[in-house]
């Protein structure tokens, strides 16, 4: 699994990696690749062979291919909430077409089933306030990190809030994850402690920190 946090931008580009799924934060216009019609790939096939192609954007329920019959509803009855893009931040995809995307101003986690083809909120009440970065561990768990409640939190695919761990203090401002699934751990970087505070994977407990304040080897500044 890939992905790519790019935060700022109101449409999720979806690509290909050698038969990997990315994601990407991009503000390109939503585009359908199949064919007859135009293929974009990078580098140039002329350049040399293609590793990343191009498949669309998207960025609320308006940019799924639709049939005839949704497209003369839509005529008649007008559109539903296409529940667009307010704040994404990080995305983590899973393996059966679900991509889970942070919305710092929604404080919610929007769900796109590219089978369905419908989006959704993950938590139909959201107890977050400002979710960041996002991370899928080998259960398919999905871990969240609140910048303003300093914690992390572990969400089933469905929802549901299994637990969390941290606190303002030890974490008083997490923002991006890690998972390394051999070692068994968790790395969140702090912007605000300028550190990488690591968790052991399994019992969720502080294992140690490295890093501070500096513009040394082994310093941040404003760790991302």
Same mark, same amino acid.
């Given at each position: 699994?890939? /992905?790519?946090?790019?935060?700022? &931008? ?9 038969? !990997?799924?990315?994601?990407? @934060? ?5 585009? =359908? ?9 990078? +580098? $140039? ?5 293609? /590793?990343?192609?191009?498949? @669309?954007? %998207? ?6 291919? $639709? ?8 005529? &008649?009855?007008?559109?539903? *909430?296409?529940?667009?893009? $307010? ?6 995809? #899973? ?7 942070? #919305?710092? %101003?929604?404080?919610?986690? /929007? ?6 083809? $419908? ?5 139909? =009440? !959201?107890?977050?306030?400002? +979710? ?8 398919? *768990? ?10 992390? &939190? ?19 401002? +997490?923002?991006?994850?890690?998972? *390394? ?12 402690? *300028? ?14 920190? &490295?890093? #501070?304040?500096? !513009?040394? +080897? ?7």
């Amino acid at each position: 699994m890939v /992905r790519i946090m790019m935060p700022n &931008f109101m449409k999720l580009t979806l690509c290909t990696i050698l038969g !990997t799924v990315l994601l990407l @934060g991009g503000c390109a216009a939503p585009q =359908k690749a199949s064919e007859g019609k135009n293929r974009f790939f990078w +580098p $140039k096939p002329e350049l040399s062979e293609p /590793r990343v192609e191009f498949i @669309g954007a %998207y960025g609320s329920r308006d940019d799924f291919e $639709k049939t005839k019959a949704q497209i003369a509803s839509e005529a &008649f009855l007008g559109k539903d *909430n296409l529940l667009p893009f $307010k704040g994404p931040f990080a995305t983590v995809a #899973d393996d059966e077409g679900l991509v889970f995307v942070t #919305d710092v %101003y929604d404080k919610n986690i /929007r769900v796109y089933d590219f089978n369905r083809k $419908k989006i959704s909120f993950l938590l139909q =009440k !959201t107890f977050l306030q400002r +979710p960041y970065d996002l991370a899928m561990d080998a259960k398919k *768990n999905i871990y969240v990190a609140d910048a303003e409640l300093g914690r992390i &939190f572990v969400l089933s695919r469905e929802g549901q809030n299994l637990y969390s761990f941290g606190n303002p203090e030890l974490l008083p401002q +997490p923002v991006y994850l890690e998972i *390394n699934e051999r070692l068994q751990r968790l790395y969140v970087s702090d912007s605000k402690k *300028n550190k990488i505070v690591v968790f052991d994977l399994n019992t969720k407990k502080f294992l140690f920190d &490295f890093g #501070d304040r500096g !513009t040394n +080897p082994g310093f941040f500044l404003s760790c991302q």
